[in-house]
């Protein structure tokens, strides 16, 4: 499975940005995704997911309200829309799928792509 996280880049606080993630899978419907993060020095964490129906979505506290996850099957990507951007959002942001429901732990994702930079300046 290849995954290609793209659309980081330095923003200031308040900006948004939307990140993409174009996976090399066949039968995209068949598999759950996941946003997740990781900050210098810190564990990676779960930002936001997506079930393979559009409806089922789930979001970490800390994003919920500012965050979107979204998927486009037709064309291999999940979308991650981010508004009202923190310096706390600052980290690398990695997707992953899975083939079954939405899960929060990291460990429950077996792939991972090279992830996209996100900075966020005061």
Not at 18 to 45: D, H, I, K, V
Not at 77 to 88: A, E, H, R
């Amino acid at each position: 499975v290849q995954l290609q996280a793209s659309g980081g880049g330095l923003v200031q606080a308040g900006d948004s940005l939307t990140l993409s993630c174009t996976a090399s899978l066949r039968s995209l419907f068949n598999y759950t995704f996941a946003w997740f993060r990781q900050a210098p020095g810190r564990e990676r964490e779960f930002v936001a997911a997506i079930g393979r129906s559009s409806d089922s979505t789930n979001y970490a506290d800390s994003v919920k309200g500012r965050f979107t996850i979204s998927r486009d099957n037709a064309k291999n990507t999940i979308y991650l829309q981010m508004n009202s951007l923190k310096v706390d959002d600052t980290a690398v942001y990695y997707c992953a799928p899975r083939l079954g429901s939405i899960q929060l732990g990291s460990r429950y994702y077996k792939s991972w792509g090279r992830g996209t930079q996100v900075t966020v300046s005061s």
